[in-house]
């Protein structure tokens, strides 16, 4: 089983779109028996008193107006050194993502460190929608670089 992590700074926009899309694709393509797939953050800003904000309100409506299904009961939660072991890749929606999630899983975890888009084969970070606004953009950059992902991964 290949194990999975998309990681963004709250875990509430760009990483659990990722999360979602990704299962459904793995899903359609029949795949899912073969996957794990989360999502966390790389701080705490969305956390409060050890319970996570749910997915924000204009990221669920993307995942709606796409028809992904998604869990309403999605919390924000902290991306921890324990999950080193846990997952063959660590999925970042930008660089800063990745350089956090070094700082948190250690040196040993740099080879399951990698860039969304990497994957699409563009080195460039998925849009935040938390600045921007457009929601748009970010879950076509997230489709793009999650419909990469499976290719490579399902072969």
Not at 39 to 49: F, G, K, P
Not at 51 to 79: F, M, N, W
Not at 122 to 138: I, Q
Request: aromatic letters at 10%; a neutral charge; glycine letters at 6%.
């Amino acid at each position: 089983m290949t194990r999975i992590c998309f990681v963004c700074h709250g875990n509430i926009c760009r990483s659990p779109m990722a999360e979602f899309i990704m299962k459904d694709l793995v899903k359609k393509a029949g795949f899912e028996n073969e996957f794990h797939i989360e999502s966390r953050a790389t701080h705490t800003d969305e956390i409060w008193n050890g319970t996570g904000s749910p997915i924000y309100p204009p990221a669920r409506e993307q995942l709606k107006s796409h028809c992904v299904p998604y869990s309403a009961d999605k919390r924000a939660k902290l991306l921890q050194t324990a999950d080193r072991d846990n997952f063959d890749y660590f999925i970042g929606m930008d660089a800063e993502n990745n350089r956090y999630m070094l700082k948190i899983l250690g040196h040993s975890a740099k080879d399951k460190i990698f860039s969304l888009l990497e994957f699409a084969g563009e080195s460039r970070s998925v849009s935040d929608p938390w600045y921007t606004g457009n929601f748009d953009l970010a879950f076509n950059d997230i489709l793009k670089g999650c419909t990469a992902l499976r290719d490579k991964l399902c072969k």
